[in-house]
């Protein structure tokens, strides 16, 4: 039988059986100390990996190790949590007090600038804020407190020191002279209803009131400017046999959200 010269297994083999015999006889031990050189980082690097799967995988084995990585990545999300809540109480603050900077700059009141430090649930219908400015601040009774968008949310009741008590315009007894912007600037007296809306008295029965109407503080017998916006009529309550009709205001602000206030000193 005629072997092909040019088969690719015959070649395979001599070249097999002529890299054993040169090895046998010791004429490939130069090249092969060079490629044992070559190769020994790459290998030890595999041996490497390789430990490091075995590690790893007695690791994920071991509850109490997967526990420990369970916490710690619990903790790192409660870090992160509270890092993004901050940073979103900052940045709410911050545009509050641009806010307030730019109220103050549109008119020639003086303003000082308070944070909401505690709900004051002592007072009538718990609708109390406590702010951490006081008397040295020039703060007094009867003072308008504003939001940050110059809608009145209610005045100051009491000063100390530091500190000073404030009752929203829905607190029962928080009176506010007031006005409606319509043709006849019909006005009348405002009083928190329950600490929920406002209510709007003393209004003459001859008066045209409409739902959607604008109220505004009058700016009468007090230390309140006029022009304050308190709300808007949402109902109106108008019997024939009363002297006054009366109209619910609902505040334009939720006064559950206020953390940063200003009190006007005229």
Same mark, same amino acid.
């Given at each position: ?41 790459? /290998? ?40 993004? +809540? ?17 109220? @103050? ?12 430090? /505690? ?7 718990? @609708?109390?804020?406590?702010?951490? $400015? ?5 703060? $007094? ?7 940050? +968008?110059?809608?009145?949310?209610? #005045? ?6 530091? *500190?000073? #008590?404030?009752?929203?315009? *829905? +607190? ?7 006005? &409606? #912007?319509?043709?006849?600037? *019909? #006005? ?29 503080? +009058? ?6 400017? $006029?022009? &304050? ?17 009366? /109209? *619910? ?18």
């Amino acid at each position: 039988m005629k072997i092909k010269k040019d088969n690719p297994l015959i070649l395979a083999v001599v070249v097999v059986g002529l890299l054993l015999f040169f090895h046998g006889i010791g004429w490939l031990r130069p090249l092969e100390n060079i490629l044992t050189a070559a190769v020994k980082p790459l /290998a030890g690097v595999l041996y490497g990996w390789g430990g490091a799967l075995d590690r790893a995988a007695a690791d994920e084995s071991d509850p109490a190790v997967l526990k420990a990585r369970i916490d710690d990545l619990n903790n790192e999300v409660a870090a992160l949590t509270v890092a993004s +809540s901050q940073a979103a109480e900052t940045a709410d603050e911050n545009r509050k007090l641009r806010a307030l900077v730019d109220f @103050r700059a549109e008119h020639d009141w003086q303003t000082v600038a308070a944070a909401v430090i /505690a709900r004051d649930e002592a007072a009538e219908g718990g @609708r109390g804020l406590i702010i951490n $400015r006081g008397s040295r601040d020039g703060l $007094r009774s009867g003072l308008a407190v504003v939001n940050e +968008s110059g809608l009145i949310v209610g #005045q100051v009741l009491e000063t100390k020191d530091a *500190t000073a #008590q404030i009752c929203l315009t *829905t +607190s029962p007894h928080c009176q506010l002279a007031a006005a &409606l #912007q319509n043709q006849a600037k *019909t #006005q009348g007296l405002t009083d928190g209803d329950l600490g929920l809306t406002i209510r709007m008295s003393y209004i003459p029965q001859l008066e045209k009131v409409a739902v959607g109407d604008t109220v505004i503080t +009058s700016g009468l017998g007090g230390s309140i400017p $006029r022009g &304050l916006v308190i709300g808007r009529v949402t109902s109106v309550k108008n019997e024939s046999n009363e002297v006054w009709q009366e /109209a *619910t205001i609902e505040p334009l602000v939720d006064l559950n959200r206020l953390t940063v206030v200003a009190v006007i000193i005229p």
